[in-house]
């Protein structure tokens, strides 16, 4: 078997398998090398491979309905990835892309079925993987959505993160923000837009920062500011 070839028997996620079936299951795929931020599928495109990271990483990334690019996760070196699409058929649900120079082998569903029918024992093993990837990600996913779901319940109801306290205040806070990225800086407004609720932030390099609200995923005080703010069912800790 070519080094080509003998990419799965590798990946710490299948060590269920012996030898023997890691380098059978190796031989259906082939592999590919991705530069930093090139895409290995878009979201909405049809699946059919199933892909496993020899090398580097790969980020997941959803885009919402008003066009902002979510980061989802970041997968690691021995990562099996597009297991739902792969399992029905349907489109991605996230754009996988490369986040930085990476080895990537795909096995294609028609060859993973015929494996499986010839031999039902390893198949077995992998669909067992394959489902509690799935059931993990799904998982993961709801936990995210929750977690924006409550974000934006209580920016609905400002009274109850009580902002205009912590404007009065110039308490420092941290934001995460859709794209994976972090802002932190002083909270001096919060007012409406036209395209919704926006923060205005000062940085601590005194930069006026404008975060829309859409933006937001998580919103905390920063870690030396605990201690400054008396506990009150209005702070807003999350």
Sequence with gaps: MSDETNVLGNLPELTSLSPEETQAV?????????GAGETVYEQGAPGGDLFAIEEGSVDLLVTLADGVEKHH????????????AF???????????????????????????????QHPATGIKLYRYLTETVALQSRLVVEKYMRTLQWSLEISAATQLNLQRLITDRVEVRIELASGKEVRGTLLQFDSSPA?????????????????????TQFTLAAEQWRDVPESPETPIT
């Design 26 to 34: 190796a031989a259906l795929g082939t592999r590919k090398d991705y």
């Design 73 to 84: 996760v970041t997968l690691p070196s021995g990562t099996v990835f597009g297991s739902m």
């Design 87 to 117: 399992f029905d058929g349907g489109a991605h649900p996230a754009t996988a892309r490369a986040a930085a120079p990476c080895r990537i082998v795909a096995i294609g569903r028609a060859e993973f079925d015929g494996f499986c029918e």
């Design 196 to 216: 919704g609720y926006e923060l205005l932030l000062r940085s601590p390099d005194r930069e006026l920062i404008v975060v829309p609200y859409h933006a937001v």
